[in-house]
């Protein structure tokens, strides 16, 4: 719905617009000042919003062939028209003002292409992390104000000749078009002047980082690679495989294919190397590399599995009752690894193709930091963590999850029953539907009215905290936590190893036998109706020690996360190790 009226608005936007550039062209051929300023204001406010609310209807203006480049030209001819109807200068004057846009655009397009030679020089083919680059030279890039001011960007000077089009009808001079025009001018040539000495400073240089990484792989020889190919909103789902790699003691690489997921990349003391186009990645020699560890299914992880020599495995970023975690993707690994027993039966279950033969359990070698129930934090306030999950790629799936049904109901109930609140939402929260960044901003409003602190960075204290933030970790709430509330999802399952208390929301109020039924991972969990009507029985229970659903949590805790002993860490340094040899 919010994404409907938000669309609607944004064509409103557009439709007022293109009215305000019909009018000032109008207006600016027969002389007539105040529609002109008018409908003028009404262009740069529309404009504005475009740029600032609405970019994704500019985005379908710029495909129906009326983009920035049409609007500009557009406004340069209404300008001009006004200066000469409304002026009536002399043929010279009308000559020059006539010339002033030509060569404007005529730097404009100098420059836009300028400038793509100079991007094309100065683009780094690749980044690395805890790798020795040498004397690697690099190309000189030019300064941000002056790609700012370049090329198709000049514009943004160019809507200067509006206000000055009107000034020169009211003191009926056309100087004040001709300055303004010489201002942007001016700006374009000294852009362009920097863009050029910036090309001609790197001539005969080359980036020379792929050389080097080349090299470093001939050199160093890796044995394991942990691939991601996704952007940096999604590198949660490779940094929580850091750890685990690096406690193997192999040679391991970490390969990334989005510069923004490199700069966004945990701390680690691994080599990585970022590759984002195609062909140079695949050009690299990955012959020592014998395990590939994926962390997400995406298209470009195509780039590494043509690779023939290489076992690869697909070890997710969390196992839980989701349809993700049985995608059919995951016929193309040698091998999938999940937590335990629950994840090779939802793949029986699923039928996708996965065969049992394929599947090992390795447990979750990232919860050893995890504290089981009793040796948490003592002495303090009981507090209760609220994770839900993110809503999901289906448009029809209203329960996928609890924020935009319940969340706010379940944090006023958290609040007014006089507990600790943390809340962590989903690092994907809002990305699809704006309702649940709406909810999830006003919770985030009513932690802020009770007293609690946003984007909080440590967990001490007993004050309510929002964490969005990569510190502190999911985990590390988790061992400051007496309940959790969560959605079906991976969180639910890692908790489990706390073996302390939890709840699972049921937004769509399906049966509490077919919910369980259907969830496996609910079976030892209190259920939550949409109308959080259980949260205050939950909470007296929890909070007392009546725990009921203790035992039946020992008995998931071993169905989804596999057995204590051997731990997971040395399962899963054990698989790699088979693997590598």
């Not at 340069?76 to 003002?97: E, I, K, M, N, W």
């Not at 309510?464 to 959605?487: E, K």
């Not at 109706?529 to 805790?557: H, N, W």
């Not at 340094?573 to 590598?580: M, S």
Request: proline share 6%; hydrophobic share 50%; charged share 20%.
């Amino acid at each position: 719905m919010f994404s409907r009226v938000r669309s609607q608005q944004g064509l409103a936007v557009v439709g007022v617009t293109l009215l305000g550039y019909g009018i000032v062209v109008l207006s600016g051929a027969l002389g007539w000042v105040i529609p002109f300023a008018v409908a003028a204001l009404v262009v740069l406010a529309g404009e504005l919003g475009l740029a600032v609310r609405f970019a994704e209807t500019d985005e379908l203006l710029e495909k129906a062939g009326l983009g920035p480049v049409w609007r500009w030209l557009v406004r340069d001819l209404s300008a001009v028209l006004l200066a000469v109807t409304a002026v009536r200068p002399g043929v010279a004057a009308t000559v020059g003002v006539l010339l002033l846009p030509a060569a404007l655009w005529t730097v404009a397009v100098g420059t836009t292409a300028l400038g793509r030679v100079v991007d094309g020089r100065a683009a780094t083919p690749a980044f690395t992390r805890n790798i020795d680059l040498g004397s690697v030279r690099r190309v000189p890039v030019p300064p941000g104000w002056a790609s700012r001011v370049a090329g198709l960007r000049m514009p943004l000077l160019n809507f200067l000749l509006l206000p000055a089009a009107v000034v020169a009808a009211l003191v009926d001079r056309v100087s004040p078009v001709v300055v303004a025009g010489l201002v942007t001018l001016a700006a374009g040539l000294v852009a362009g002047a920097v863009l050029a000495l910036t090309l001609v400073r790197g001539r005969g240089r080359a980036p020379g980082i792929l050389p080097v990484v080349h090299a470093w792989m001939d050199r160093e020889r890796p044995e394991v690679a942990l691939y991601f190919a996704g952007p940096a909103k999604d590198v949660y789902q490779a940094n929580m495989w850091l750890a685990p790699l690096e406690a193997t003691g192999r040679r391991a690489v970490v390969l990334l294919r989005h510069e923004d997921a490199f700069r966004a990349l945990a701390d680690t003391r691994m080599p990585v190397v970022c590759v984002p186009a195609g062909v140079d990645f695949m050009n690299l020699d990955f012959s020592s590399v014998r395990v590939a560890l994926y962390a997400a299914n995406v298209g470009a992880n195509i780039h590494l599995l043509r690779e023939p020599g290489v076992k690869h495995v697909f070890v997710g970023h969390g196992d839980s009752d989701k349809q993700a975690s049985v995608n059919p993707y995951s016929k193309v690994y040698d091998e999938v690894w999940v937590a335990g027993p629950a994840g090779r039966e939802r793949y029986a279950r699923a039928d996708v193709g996965v065969l049992d033969r394929d599947i090992v359990e390795v447990g979750r070698p990232q919860l050893a930091g995890v504290h089981t129930f009793g040796s948490g934090a003592t002495g303090r306030r009981f507090t209760v963590l609220y994770a839900p999950t993110w809503e999901g790629w289906l448009d029809d799936d209203p329960h996928h999850t609890s924020l935009v049904a319940m969340g706010e109901r379940i944090v006023s109930g958290l609040l007014a029953a006089n507990v600790r609140v943390i809340y962590k939402p989903h690092p994907l929260t809002g990305s699809r539907w704006k309702k649940a960044q709406a909810a999830n901003d006003r919770i985030v409003a009513m932690i802020r009215a009770a007293g609690g602190q946003a984007d909080a960075t440590s967990l001490a204290g007993d004050a309510h905290l929002v964490v969005t933030g990569r510190v502190p970790a999911l985990f590390d709430c988790f061992n400051v936590t007496d309940l959790l509330i969560s959605d079906v999802s991976s969180v639910v399952s890692d908790f489990v190893q706390s073996q302390r208390p939890y709840v699972v929301a049921n937004p769509a109020g399906l049966p509490e036998e077919e919910f369980r039924r259907s969830f496996p991972t609910a079976r030892a969990a209190y259920l939550l109706s949409v109308d959080c009507g259980e949260l205050g029985k939950i909470l007296d229970q929890t909070r007392s020690g009546d725990d009921p659903m203790a035992e039946a949590r020992r008995e998931l805790k071993a169905y989804l996360l596999g057995p204590d002993e051997p731990n997971p860490m040395e399962r899963f340094r054990a698989e790699v190790t088979r693997l590598c040899a």
